[in-house]
């Protein structure tokens, strides 16, 4: 019943106010250059998941390429280094920022579902999840978007071709590079699953067993692969002999894929989200991305209070039950907005936000009592993230993901590609929860073309002195993680201090909060408690990559989350 109550306030406040919300809140695709953003840094900032992509980016930089070329440079890097998290056999979203007219655009490379997808094929016979299918092998892969989306940066906002920006990822996959341990780690993990593929086995288990840390690892089938990209763009991934190498090797393991499929894939560009926030414009991901709506929805309730005014308890209380709402309203809405009719207008109306904030006591937690609880996994790392600023003050936040660790561990063929396990992000039963935890309903039901939900909210923040490039992987801990993230840095951190602050997380389901260890003293932790809060302590999560621009100075700095030692935050 209090549900009930809250959501018909926000939604009465929203109703009452209608005619005042769509230009304050709606997505908006006006240009995002401010008076000191004419002004050009002067020099580059990546900072990614691996140092070989962060070199990669540098090395086309040096080339003459601008931050969009760099983009496909460290993607195509990551994709060879970082297979656990990303690659072409994959999809991003990423937001842009082109300095030359101060355009925000945002790219949407998410994955699709093939035409002849099956719901049943996701069910067991007492009709629960069957999360074989959804998350091993080639029923749970989606229509790769990745090629397309580089190949889309390239042709419409690059300087360069790609055979020069690919050409780093092709010698790193043809000359190989040495093991990391998160990557070994991965495969060792996942070794059972990855023997159950012919190709699978040839590519991560050579001589029969999971290669060991420090080990030289090469890839030459994917190298070919990027090799084709390189030299025909769209038709040397979704067509000819690679396409039918891939749909063949699906069909043959029980797939479902066509041709027409990959034929049929399209990048989407679409209108960021825009919202403001104590004087700083929060660019951030649209739908079928869940984490800019989230994002805004919880910006716009905290928009309310004076959070410098108040204790570390009752600031953090504030910032999870907006976390708690906003989650909730992700599970009911949220889904591909070229297949639903998502409230958006409501979502991001400030007067819908009133409604909410209302509904927050001062100092007890709400329960989040309305649907049945459900068992998250640990948060996890198995997306990357990487942020540019170039010379010129082109600005790229791109989120790209395989969804679960080593995604489907399905290599299709001898393509070298391993395939996406995104069918999984799909509501494939409606109000049962995915293998982060996150409830879905018919809006995010599987369709024939249909892109998945994702939690992936690549951000850029602009502020009066600063500007600020984020994102990180982590699954649904993505949208708070980039939260946090924003709130840090309009509090003034650095890309240092960002990247390495402690985290906690609320998705509404289940009801307790996730904490890193030492994100709270005592007693935070004691008065958190007190107000009715389950604080559950968890390993360390995410992979946060961040690049900052001071535009008083010029100065630009980068920092990749010191959790984990394979990154690279560099400035050239």
């Known amino acids: 019943m209090r549900l009930i109550h809250w959501r018909a306030l926000a939604l009465g406040l929203v109703l009452s106010s209608s005619a005042a919300f769509a230009t304050d809140a709606a997505p908006q695709a006006t240009p995002a250059t401010s008076h000191d953003m004419r002004d050009k840094p002067g020099h580059a900032a990546i900072a990614s998941a691996n140092f070989h992509a962060t070199e990669a980016g540098m090395e086309v930089l040096s080339k003459g390429g601008n931050a969009f070329d760099a983009a496909v440079a460290v993607a195509a890097a990551l994709s060879v280094t970082e297979p656990e998290s990303s690659g072409i056999g994959g999809g991003f979203m990423g937001v842009l920022h082109r300095a030359s007219d101060g355009r925000d655009i945002f790219i949407d490379a998410r994955e699709t579902a093939p035409a002849a997808v099956d719901s049943k094929d996701y069910l067991n016979p007492d009709g629960s999840p069957n999360r074989d299918h959804s998350l091993n092998g080639p029923l749970s892969a989606g229509i790769p978007g990745e090629p397309a989306g580089l190949v889309w940066l390239a042709e419409h906002y690059g300087k360069v071709s790609l055979k020069v920006s690919l050409a780093p990822a092709i010698k790193l996959a043809r000359d190989g590079f040495k093991l990391d341990p998160r990557l070994a780690e991965s495969i060792a993990s996942r070794q059972k699953d990855l023997r159950r593929w012919p190709a699978s086995t040839a590519k991560f288990l050579p001589n029969g067993k999971a290669p060991a840390e420090g080990e030289l690892w090469r890839d030459p089938n994917q190298a070919r692969t990027l090799e084709n990209i390189a030299e025909h763009g769209l038709a040397g991934f979704y067509t000819g002999d690679n396409a039918k190498a891939m749909v063949d090797a699906v069909k043959a393991a029980g797939g479902r894929w066509t041709l027409k499929d990959l034929a049929d894939y399209r990048v989407k560009e679409r209108d960021p989200i825009v919202v403001n926030y104590r004087g700083f414009r929060i660019v951030t991901a649209p739908p079928p991305s869940s984490g800019g709506v989230a994002i805004a929805e919880i910006l716009n309730i905290l928009s309310g209070y004076d959070l410098t005014q108040l204790d570390e308890a009752h600031r953090t209380h504030l910032v999870i039950e907006a976390m708690r709402r906003a989650f909730r309203d992700h599970n009911d809405y949220l889904?591909?907005?070229?297949?639903?009719?998502?409230?958006?207008?409501?979502?991001?109306?400030p007067y819908y936000a009133a409604g909410l904030r209302q509904t927050i006591l001062p100092d007890k937690a709400t329960p989040s009592s309305m649907l049945p609880s459900s068992g998250g996994n640990e948060p996890g790392m198995h997306t990357t993230h990487f942020s540019i600023i170039d010379a010129e003050g082109n600005m790229v936040s791109i989120t790209s993901t395989v969804n679960y660790v080593l995604g489907s561990t399905f290599v299709a063929g001898d393509t070298g590609v391993l395939l996406n396990d995104e069918m999984d992000d799909f509501a494939l039963v409606p109000n049962k929860p995915n293998v982060y935890g996150l409830l879905g309903s018919k809006a995010n039901a599987p369709e024939p073309g249909k892109r998945m939900l994702s939690s992936m909210s690549p951000s850029i923040v602009i502020g009066p002195d600063r500007v600020g490039v984020i994102g990180s992987p982590g699954g649904s801990t993505i949208i708070t993680q980039v939260l946090e993230g924003i709130l840090a840095f309009i509090d003034g951190k650095s890309a240092t201090q960002i990247a390495a602050q402690k985290r906690y997380h609320h998705?509404?389901?289940p009801d307790r909060v996730d904490v890193e260890d030492g994100v709270f003293d005592k007693s935070t932790a004691d008065a958190l408690t007190a107000m009715g809060y389950q604080?559950?302590?968890?390993?360390?999560?995410?992979?946060?990559?961040?690049?900052?621009?001071?535009?008083?100075?010029?100065?630009l700095d980068a920092a990749s989350d010191p959790r984990r030692p394979s990154g690279l935050g560099k400035v050239h």
């Open 535 to 555: 604080l559950k302590p968890r390993e360390p999560w995410g992979f946060m990559n961040v690049v900052t621009w001071d535009l008083k100075t010029h100065k």
């Open 335 to 349: 889904g591909d907005p070229d297949f639903v009719k998502i409230p958006m207008d409501m979502l991001l109306s």
């Open 507 to 509: 998705q509404f389901l």
